[in-house]
T-cell receptor, first 112, second 112 residues
């Protein structure tokens, strides 16, 4: 069965203190791995899609990387506005196009 | 782009009742998916509609049903509500060309 595990569950950072979030996955044929950001009471906001091992994508202070078993979201010199829950999701080739399997997320708090 | 809009934003229902949630997809998106997100968890895939037909379903009972209309708006219907149905219900629309998924802000359903 496909599975997505995110760690740590929660992360508290000082402003400027870089860190990484982990997403481990098992899937029978990966079509894509997605990273979303979710603010309290809001829907997930799309960040990145990664398709194959070795791929990297960057957006402002965020950088996502992908291997055959896990993905990392690196946050460089975070600011308080980066506080959010970060969700990882995978889509299997055998699944319907709109189906994403999500992890439980990592809650990130960045303090000034 | 108009984004994905959902209504209502909040709803309180009594156990055993029926509820209909609505979603207006982003312009140009012909696929819509519905997700259930319990507190502290990642979203769980309910089902997907493409060109007004259901073509993918997660592990949810038949009392969860849906419709997609020609203008790509959609509905999620839940019959015989149970206390465990209390959650944030998210709609996501996408387009196979640009391979993106855009989420709405969700409907918070409370069953008492």
């Amino acid at each position: 069965e496909d599975q997505v595990t995110q760690s740590p569950e929660a992360l508290r950072l000082q402003e400027g203190e870089s860190s990484s979030l982990n997403c481990s996955y098992t899937v029978s044929g990966l079509r894509g791995l997605f990273w979303y950001r979710q603010d309290p009471g809001k829907g997930p906001e799309f960040l990145f899609t990664l398709y194959s091992a070795g791929e990297e994508k960057e957006k402002e202070r965020l950088k996502a990387t992908l291997t055959k078993k896990e993905s990392f979201l690196h946050i460089t010199a975070p600011k308080p506005e980066d506080s959010a829950t970060y969700l990882c999701a995978v889509q299997a080739r055998e699944d319907s196009w709109g189906k994403l399997q999500f992890g439980a997320g990592t809650q990130v708090v960045v303090t000034p | 782009e108009t984004g994905v809009t959902q209504s209502p934003t909040h709803l309180i229902k009594t156990r055993g009742q029926q509820v209909t949630l609505r979603c207006s997809s982003q312009s140009g998106h012909n696929t819509v998916s519905w997700y259930q997100q319990a507190l502290g968890q990642g979203p769980q895939f309910i089902f997907q509609y493409y060109r007004e037909e259901e073509n993918g379903r997660g592990n949810f009972p038949p009392r969860f049903s849906g419709l997609q209309f020609p203008n790509y708006s959609s509905e999620l219907n839940v019959n015989a509500l149970e206390l465990d149905d209390s959650a944030l219900y998210l709609c996501a629309s996408g387009n196979r060309v640009d391979y993106g998924y855009t989420f709405g802000s969700g409907t918070r359903l409370t069953v008492v």
